[in-house]
């Protein structure tokens, strides 16, 4: 009988738990690492505690779905398989190549950086989730909303586009939004120079797996058809595809037809690709063995939400959330330093060769990416405040902390964890 129940107890992992490289196999969207657009959630989140009800939501989100950030990002192939053309040098699929890049790069003009409107709908959602979820804290007739994003455009939509959903839900709620160089400290929060001086150490790292990961042969072959002439005149094969990659992951940011890139990769290239950008990132915001500082990047982040709670959590007449947008180089390292899920996984670099089977970037910080605590406080006061973290809307561990009723926390377990670990950093 022992066996038969162990048996039945596994069958969910053997149904539903996939490796990274089949998930990416399946749906190469996935290995865009930062540009992965955001994936509607398709689980149900976990009953209130008995006697408990939400009342706070804390908050901070990676602006949604955008163009590439720099024109250079669309000209570098677009240039290379021109001149390739020009001398008669492309095969007639690279030729179709180029006309698809050609016209994703004619959309992008004046138009780099911003969000696009996959990404705006992507806020719409979230916020429409929150309400929809949440209703004790959103629909409530004193609900209070402090949003704030940093001074980027796309993150100032994104803001707005959620905000949107939230008074559709309680037009009496009160709102106060805000954008300014004044908040970027904690808002956007860069690495310190101790922090930089670590990244460039392990950039010999990253140097070594874009080496072994990245083997163009093929794809050059593909494109060309005198491949002398590629490696005399186009520069580097590997930055050649790494740069067609990069649009061709882009390409999930619109709502475009008849463009897409993936075709003209293998399989095994793509998620090879995309296993290099998974060490890359790791490397510059991971808290692995040989940079455990990393993290601390988003120290003023997280800072602030705690000494933002301290001031709420208490008043028992409150309903409301702090909400805050920005990027996923915030999103990834505060993730990472709130230990949340896969993120707050330790690897050292002598291991990379198994990184992605304990760290998925495109779980973390997809376009749109967020981090949500939600605080619980008993109707008639009879319990402790209880928390929950949602990683892009979906509960997650925090830390090595030990609860009874998963995914519900002690708030004083947590925020007294976060305080330690914050005060050991300051004394380091």
Not at 261 to 285: A, H, Q, R
Not at 304 to 313: E, H, K, P, Y
Request: proline content about 4%.
């Amino acid at each position: 009988m022992k066996r038969i129940i162990l048996v039945f107890s596994l069958l969910p992992v053997l149904l539903y738990a996939q490796s990274p490289q089949q998930e990416i196999y399946d749906n190469p969207n996935l290995s865009g690492s930062n540009y992965v657009a955001y994936r509607t959630p398709t689980w149900k989140l976990t009953p209130k505690p008995k006697g408990y009800e939400p009342f706070y939501v804390s908050h901070y989100a990676r602006h949604g779905s955008r163009w590439l950030c720099g024109s250079g990002e669309y000209a570098y192939p677009v240039d290379r398989l021109r001149k390739a053309d020009k001398y008669g040098k492309l095969t007639p699929e690279g030729q179709e190549v180029l006309r698809r890049l050609e016209y994703i790069q004619s959309t992008s003009i004046k138009r780099c950086g911003d969000l696009t409107t996959v990404g705006e709908r992507q806020h719409h959602g979230i916020g429409r989730r929150l309400a929809e979820n949440f209703p004790e804290v959103f629909k409530a007739k004193n609900t209070q909303i402090d949003a704030r994003s940093t001074v980027v455009r796309r993150c100032i939509i994104s803001m707005i586009a959620e905000c949107e959903e939230l008074a559709a839900a309680n037009p009496k709620a009160r709102f106060h939004n805000d954008t300014s160089d004044s908040l970027q400290y904690y808002l956007n929060q860069g690495a310190t120079p101790k922090m930089e001086k670590i990244q460039q150490n392990l950039s010999s790292v990253e140097n070594e797996w874009y080496g072994k990961l990245f083997k163009p042969e093929r794809l050059m072959q593909y494109l060309f058809n005198d491949q002398q002439f590629v490696r005399d005149s186009l520069g580097s094969r590997k930055d050649l595809m790494w740069y067609i990659f990069n649009v061709a992951r882009g390409m999930q940011s619109h709502d475009y037809t008849g463009t897409d890139l993936w075709y003209i990769f293998t399989k095994e290239e793509i998620f090879d690709m995309w296993k290099y950008d998974n060490i890359s990132w790791y490397c510059s915001y991971g808290a692995s063995v040989e940079n455990p500082e990393a993290p601390f990047s988003q120290y003023n982040l997280l800072r602030n939400i705690l000494n933002t709670a301290d001031t709420i959590v208490n008043n028992r007449n409150y309903h409301g959330a702090t909400m805050r947008f920005g990027h996923e180089v915030c999103v990834l390292p505060l993730a990472c330093l709130m230990e949340l899920g896969e993120a707050g996984a330790k690897i050292s670099t002598k291991d990379f060769e198994t990184l992605h089977e304990h760290f998925r970037n495109y779980n973390i910080f997809p376009m749109a990416g967020n981090v949500q605590l939600i605080f619980y406080r008993h109707k008639k006061g009879r319990g402790p405040l209880l928390v929950k973290a949602l990683l892009n809307e979906k509960e997650v561990t925090i830390a090595d902390l030990k609860t009874d009723r998963f995914p519900y926390y002690k708030w004083s377990d947590v925020e007294q964890y976060y305080r330690n670990k914050l005060n050991s950093y300051e004394q380091y």
